[in-house]
């Protein structure tokens, strides 16, 4: 959760990494203008930031205001993605359906693929969401769902359907209903980026 200017530009540049977001000229220019899911996540950060920094009443118009961006553009491009889900180095692969729900939490450099869902289970409390670790690979048509617990450095397979906890660090999960199926997890997987760890390593 951004809780600083610091944090807050600290984040933009983790999602750009995770992106693969080029910034020679004239590269640069295009993707910041077309580039629109870069544009979304800028947006979301944006709005995190002065949600959870700007306690004024002054900015309470234009916290309403920013929700409503991320809102609007975010249904264009099929996304529901509610403020302080997901952590710094977030990589949306894809145009697509994505719906999250508020409660959900999702650690550092998650990359995440279209036509997936992270919720609760249809008989469950609003509250009861999963919590995702670090470096995690989600592909597409996945659904996660229920009060459970992803490890950090694992990798989802497509079509995937994840109701109960995986919590052994850097294993491959798969299927309907989901279990182990590789010790490779999401090291390698060049749509994962160490994000944060660049910027910490550069920072150093």
């Given at each position: 959760?951004?809780?600083s ?71 264009k ?121 660049i ?6």
């Amino acid at each position: 959760m951004i809780r600083s200017k610091e944090e807050y530009l600290f984040y933009l540049k983790a999602d750009e990494i995770a992106l693969g977001i080029n910034r020679t000229w004239p590269t640069i220019v295009i993707a910041y203008f077309f580039n629109d899911i870069w544009h979304f996540q800028r947006l979301l950060r944006k709005l995190e930031y002065y949600k959870n920094c700007m306690h004024s009443l002054l900015w309470k118009p234009y916290v309403l205001y920013l929700n409503y961006r991320v809102v609007f553009f975010g249904q264009k491009l099929g996304f529901e993605i509610p403020p302080n889900v997901f952590g710094p180095g977030l990589g949306i692969a894809h145009i697509g359906t994505l719906i999250v729900n508020m409660n959900v939490r999702v650690g550092e450099n998650c990359r995440i693929h279209s036509c997936t869902y992270l919720a609760t289970q249809a008989t469950g409390k609003n509250d009861d969401c999963p919590t995702i670790g670090n470096n995690v690979f989600i592909g597409p048509c996945t659904v996660i769902v229920g009060k459970i617990h992803i490890a950090d450095n694992i990798a989802i397979g497509a079509n995937s359907y994840v109701s109960h906890s995986f919590l052994e660090d850097g294993i491959t999960i798969a299927g309907n209903p989901a279990k182990k199926v590789s010790e490779k997890g999401s090291f390698g997987l060049c749509s994962i980026q160490r994000a944060t760890d660049i910027l910490k390593n550069n920072k150093g």
